[in-house]
Nanobody, 127 residues
Framework: QVHLVESGGTLVQVGGSLRLSCEFSGLSFDTYAMAWFRQAPGKGREFVAAIEGGGRPSYADFVNWRFVISRENAWTTVHLQMNNLKSDDTAVYYC?????????????????????WGQGTQVTVSS
């Protein structure tokens, strides 16, 4: 059984930076693809970034080089470094884990690809 716990969400000003972390509890972390999704009030859950078991990252178009996803296999943790934050980035951020390790068959940006989800961490960007 896999358990995911997000941390790092807080209130930050426009233009600021924040690093989110997701701690993975379970076996074989390094074989999982990991991702971040987010959900703003009144909107659906959308893909932010993913990193496959082999280390290949992918990002949503709106990220526009502002965010970086990384993983520390020794610590079974995945991070999301967010820079130049905008008010539109305000959302609950969720961590997700994919057993396939390479986002198959649905793709890294598809919620149906993921087998496990965390409870989320709130990020609020204020002006």
């Amino acid at each position: 059984q896999v358990h995911l716990v997000e941390s790092g969400g807080t209130l930050v000003q426009v233009g600021g930076s924040l690093r989110l972390s997701c701690e993975f509890s379970g076996l074989s972390f390094d074989t999982y693809a990991m991702a971040w999704f987010r959900q703003a009030p009144g909107k659906g859950r959308e893909f932010v970034a993913a990193i496959e078991g082999g280390g290949r990252p992918s990002y949503a178009d709106f990220v526009n080089w502002r965010f970086v996803i990384s993983r520390e296999n020794a610590w079974t943790t995945v991070h999301l470094q967010m820079n130049n934050l905008k008010s539109d980035d305000t959302a609950v951020y969720y961590c997700a884990a994919d057993r396939s390790g390479n986002c198959r068959p649905y793709g890294c940006s598809d919620r149906d690809q993921y087998d496990y989800w965390g409870q989320g961490t709130q990020v609020t960007v204020s002006s």
